[in-house]
């Protein structure tokens, strides 16, 4: 199986236009230590021939641009882009489908309160006669690919807070290649590890985790005010899932940074924490083979 992590921040990205945080400063400065980064965002496929997006995020025209795996051809119109899997509704992981409103065919999994309550897709039923379909029982995606859902958190975006409660408006999936035996597990909006968590990523490769955050206070430091305690923003802090996950020949990756985490300058001693405890903090473009 091949992975392209197309994107590793979170929503805003880095820099985030409207911010003048350290980092963003930095980033914007061109500070090698401060790699810009687009918004979460990975594709995998079994060949190299057909790929799946997992999340569509905000800045997908230029991912999809900047990678030549991804590139239409031979055909006029064909596209090797076959689906879409989304692991919740906010905007960062959605808004990409807009953007691919261009192309005909395509299959979108989500969980159901994502496919009932996502505001885009009776917009796009406009424009396309896409395949929705829930991503809940284990489902084969092309190539052979096999996902498992795990129901991570009740987390509904800002907008759909009025929309009715459910275990797996935030789930992880897990894409198996029975081809090579090799296994990838995204996750980038973690609360909290669920129980199940250990059993899920058991047989995994590579994990990619919710690294929005270092600690608990750092988005109000940084910015001078919001919420003090990013854990209620539903993302649980490096520093504490850090220490939770478990060994076993698994590779952690850390995605989904948001702009105020000192894991993005890669001369932080944040980060050099980080990669002494034997996880990374993938650049985009970063590509696995697994
Ligand atoms: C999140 O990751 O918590 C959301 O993307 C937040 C947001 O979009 O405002
Ligand atoms: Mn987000
Ligand atoms: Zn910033």
């Given at each position: 199986m091949k992975v392209i992590i197309l994107g590793t921040a979170a929503?805003?990205?880095?820099?985030?236009?409207?911010c003048a945080c350290d980092l963003c400063v930095r980033a914007r400065a061109g500070d090698p230590s401060v790699p810009g980064r687009t918004q979460d965002c990975v594709v995998v496929s079994a060949t190299g021939r057909d790929w799946y997006l997992l999340n569509a995020s905000p800045d997908l025209r230029a991912q999809l641009t900047a990678t030549p795996e991804l590139a239409p051809g031979p055909g006029r119109r064909e596209t090797p882009l076959r689906g879409v899997l989304l692991t919740d509704a906010e905007l960062d992981h959605t808004l990409g489908l807009t953007f691919l409103r261009e192309g005909a065919e395509l299959t979108v999994w989500a969980p159901p309160p994502v496919l009932d309550h996502l505001p885009l897709r009776p917009v796009l039923a406009h424009y396309r006669d896409w395949s929705w379909l829930p991503a809940t029982e284990p489902f084969a995606i092309g190539d052979g690919l096999e996902c498992t859902v795990l129901p991570l958190s009740g987390k509904r975006p800002r907008y759909a807070q009025a929309a009715p409660t459910a275990p797996d408006w935030v789930v992880a999936y897990r894409v198996h290649d029975p081809a090579t035996g090799g296994t990838l597990v995204y996750a980038p909006c973690v609360a909290e590890l669920p129980p199940g968590f250990a059993d899920f990523v058991?047989?995994?490769?590579?994990v990619l985790l919710?690294?929005?955050?270092?600690?608990?206070?750092?988005m109000s430091t940084a910015t001078?005010?919001?919420?003090?305690?990013?854990?209620?923003?539903?993302h649980l802090p490096i520093t504490e899932s850090l220490p939770l996950l478990p060994d076993g020949g698994i590779r952690w990756h850390y995605t989904h940074l948001n702009n105020t985490n000192p894991v993005a300058d890669r001369a932080s001693p944040e980060h050099t924490a980080v990669s002494a405890a034997g996880a990374t903090v993938p650049l985009d473009g970063t590509r696995l083979e697994i």
């Open positions: 929503g805003g990205g880095l820099p985030q236009w409207n058991a047989d995994a490769d590579h919710d690294g929005t955050f270092h600690t608990a206070g750092e001078a005010g919001g919420t003090t305690d990013q854990r209620r923003m539903g």
